[in-house]
C-alpha cells in the first residue's frame, strides 16, 4: 500500500512517519483491496492535534476517518481505530451481499411453482403431547375459546375419529374432519 504523509503547521520527524506507516498498515488486516492512503496531520491553535486518514480502495470506495487530540500519536491511533471500524463495516456488506448472491443463485426458481416446501428444513420448537378427549364439536369450540387457542383438535364422539376445529379470520369455526384417501 502507498502512504502518503502530509504535514501542516508541524514538522514530519521519522519517529512520525513510522508511526503512522506502522498504524495505518494495521488496517490493511481488516480489509485487503486498499490502494492507497493519505495521511494529513496538522497542529490547529498550538494545543490541537488533527490527524486524518483516507484510504482509497479498489472498489472505488473511500474510507475516512479523523480525530483531533492534545496528543499527535492519540490522534493517529483515534483516526485508525475509526478507519479499521469503517473497513470492518464496509467488508461485512460485501460479505452478506456475496452470500445472498450464492443463496439466490443455489436455488433454481421455478416461476410456476406455487409453494415451496422445506427440505429436511423443519425445527419444531415445541412438542407438546396432548390427551385427546371424546366430544361433539360444539364442546370442542367451546374448549378451544376457554383456552385461548386458535384450533383444538379432538376425538369425535360419533365417528371415534380425530377432529380439528379452528377459529376462522371472520369469526366463524372451521372443521376438518378425515377421509380416506382413495
Do not use: C
Amino acid at each position: 500500500m502507498d502512504i502518503k504523509i502530509t504535514a501542516k503547521n508541524i514538522k514530519l520527524t521519522p519517529a512520525i512517519k513510522e508511526f503512522i506507516n506502522t498504524r495505518v498498515s494495521k488496517v490493511e488486516t481488516f480489509f485487503d483491496h486498499i490502494v492507497s492512503a493519505q495521511v494529513l496531520i496538522s497542529v490547529e491553535k498550538k494545543i490541537n492535534q488533527r490527524a486524518e486518514i483516507i484510504l482509497h480502495t479498489g472498489a472505488k470506495t473511500t474510507i475516512s476517518a479523523s480525530a483531533v487530540e492534545e496528543n499527535l500519536y492519540k490522534a493517529i491511533d483515534a483516526a485508525a481505530v475509526k478507519a479499521e471500524a469503517q473497513a470492518k463495516k464496509i467488508k461485512n456488506k460485501a460479505k452478506a451481499r456475496k452470500v445472498s448472491k450464492k443463496s439466490v443463485k443455489a436455488v433454481e426458481m421455478d416461476p410456476f411453482a406455487e409453494v415451496m416446501l422445506p427440505q429436511n428444513d423443519v425445527k419444531f420448537s415445541v412438542i407438546k403431547q396432548v390427551e385427546v378427549a371424546p366430544m361433539n364439536p360444539e364442546d370442542a369450540a367451546y374448549e378451544m375459546e376457554r383456552l385461548g387457542y386458535s384450533f383444538w383438535m379432538f376425538l369425535d364422539e360419533g365417528s371415534k375419529q380425530i377432529n380439528l376445529i379452528f377459529k376462522r379470520l371472520d369469526g366463524t369455526y372451521g372443521l376438518i374432519k378425515p377421509i380416506k384417501k382413495k
